[in-house]
């Protein structure tokens, strides 16, 4: 965060997943897929079996499967949350366009990790975001941006406070 509007744009976005109840609605979705890998786990603890190096090849296999098929899902519930921080922003009298920097600062973050992990022979880190497509996520939110709000200026606490008291 480079001021305070990046940071207001952080927690709006957090804000917006709970005011949207997309947490509750992605348990509501994977809850069978939850109860299913539980049941599975104990009954493995029970019989004291070993998960074979191929078993979990399979496993690791069919968790990417089903990533990618709720991918769009989760691209879905992120533009939500980054719309809804930036009318938050905006209500809150901060610069909407924080949210799209902080979009694109995660990103690169992502990338660097990337790279610095295969530099270091780590491999494939386990992190959901790497899956999104950030691109598209930028041009849907500036879109949204141009079409809403394009003619709101924001300002920082500073400006807002000289505003207050001049």
Known sequence: CENEADLAAIIAHEMAHIIMSHGLQEQQERGLKVKLESRFEALEDEAG???SDAEAELSVMAMRAY???VK???QNYEL???TGAMLLLARAGYDSRAILRMV???ENALRKQEFSTRDMGEGDLDEPFRSLDFT?????????WKKH???FRGAT???RFQRVFK
Do not use: C, T, V
Not at 136 to 144: A, G, I, N, P, Q
């Open 149 to 151: 709000l394009s003619g």
């Open 157 to 159: 606490l500073k400006e």
């Open 80 to 82: 939500e949350a980054d």
């Open 49 to 51: 079996w070993d998960e």
């Open 136 to 144: 598209k996520r930028r041009k849907d939110l500036e879109s949204f």
């Open 67 to 69: 990533d990618f098929i």
């Open 104 to 106: 694109e600062a995660m």
């Open 72 to 74: 769009p899902r989760l």
